[in-house]
């Protein structure tokens, strides 16, 4: 289960995941690459993992090219927030530097508007 979003008035895309299982990758990439045809350069994202379950190895291998999709199209920054310490670690290994993650939605917002 998840949402894409895209807020033009910031000029940011607004992943909310859930999860996301090889069933589900697809559809993702395609929303996911649809969002990124509205975004202008200079552009940033956060990710809403606060509810959401560890990618399986295979779902991560699959939506690891978003991140450097992401920085074709002009990203400057990418927040993460989620309360697992096991989800952080999971996030840099698939987006690298890209990436910061952050316990607080709060924390995020103020790095992004930063």
């Known amino acids: 289960m998840f949402k894409i979003e895209y807020l033009p008035a ?4 607004i992943c909310t995941v859930e999860s996301i299982t090889m069933d589900e990758v697809e559809a993702y990439n395609r ?9 202008k350069p200079g552009f940033t994202g956060l990710t ?3 509810k959401g379950k560890l ?3 295979e ?5 690891a090219p ?11 920054k990418w ?3 989620t309360g697992s310490a096991v989800s ?9 530097d890209i990436v910061v993650s952050f316990e607080k939605l709060d924390d995020a917002e103020a790095y992004l508007n930063s």
């Open 48 to 50: 809403d993992l606060s």
């Open 55 to 57: 990618f399986t190895q």
């Open 66 to 76: 978003l991140g450097e999709l992401s920085v074709e199209k002009g990203l400057t």
């Open 79 to 81: 927040a993460y927030y």
């Open 88 to 96: 952080k670690m999971q996030m840099k290994r698939m987006f690298g």
């Open 59 to 63: 779902v991560a291998v699959a939506l």
């Open 10 to 13: 910031q000029n940011r895309l």
């Open 31 to 39: 929303e996911y690459k649809a969002a990124l045809t509205k975004v």
